[in-house]
C-alpha cells in the first residue's frame, strides 16, 4: 500500500459516495488508474464495504449502553452460543472480546430504559454469566469510523 492507496481510503473513510472522477482529482490520477486501485483494495479486503451512516436521532432516537460482561465459562461451546445469540440481538452494534478483569464489551443501541431491560433480559435468559454491568451513554463526544491510517 503506497501514499495514494492511503490517500483514496482516506477519502473514502470521510466521504463513500464520492465519484471516481472526485477520487481521482484529489490524488491526481485518471479515472481508470483510480478505480483499479479501488477495485484492488475492495478486492484484498481492505475496503470491507461502503454503507450509509444514519443519525440516530433523527430516525426515532435512543440511548447508547456499553454492556460489560463477565463469565465463569470459557469453552468453545459456550463462546459459540454466545456469539449465536448476539448475532441475533440487533441492537449489538459492537462486540469485543478483551483482555483484563471485563471478558466481554458490547455496544448496544436501543430505544429507551424499557427496551434495554428487555435486551438484558434475553441476554441472560440465553447464557450463564456472572456478572453484566450497564454504562449508558450520557453524551456523545467523539464517534467515527474513519481509521487512522498508518504512514
Not at 80 to 94: H, R, S, W
Request: with cysteine.
Amino acid at each position: 500500500m503506497d501514499n495514494i492507496d492511503r490517500k483514496i481510503l482516506s477519502l473514502l473513510q470521510h466521504d463513500a459516495s464520492l465519484s471516481i472522477n472526485e477520487i481521482a482529482g484529489q490524488v491526481n490520477l485518471s479515472s481508470t488508474p483510480c478505480w483499479k486501485r479501488i477495485r484492488r483494495l475492495e478486492d484484498e479486503g481492505v475496503i470491507k464495504k461502503k454503507v450509509a451512516l444514519l443519525d440516530y436521532d433523527k430516525i426515532g432516537g435512543g440511548i447508547m449502553v456499553f454492556v460489560s460482561i463477565k463469565t465463569n465459562e470459557h469453552t468453545q461451546e459456550w463462546f459459540n452460543q454466545f456469539v449465536a445469540t448476539i448475532d441475533e440481538m440487533p441492537e449489538v452494534l459492537g462486540f469485543y472480546r478483551l483482555a483484563g478483569d471485563v471478558d466481554y464489551m458490547m455496544k448496544v443501541m436501543v430505544p429507551d430504559i424499557t427496551s434495554y431491560n428487555d435486551f438484558y433480559i434475553r441476554l441472560i435468559d440465553r447464557l450463564p454469566l456472572s456478572n453484566v454491568t450497564a454504562g449508558f451513554v450520557m453524551e456523545q463526544i467523539k464517534d467515527t469510523t474513519e481509521l487512522p491510517l498508518p504512514h
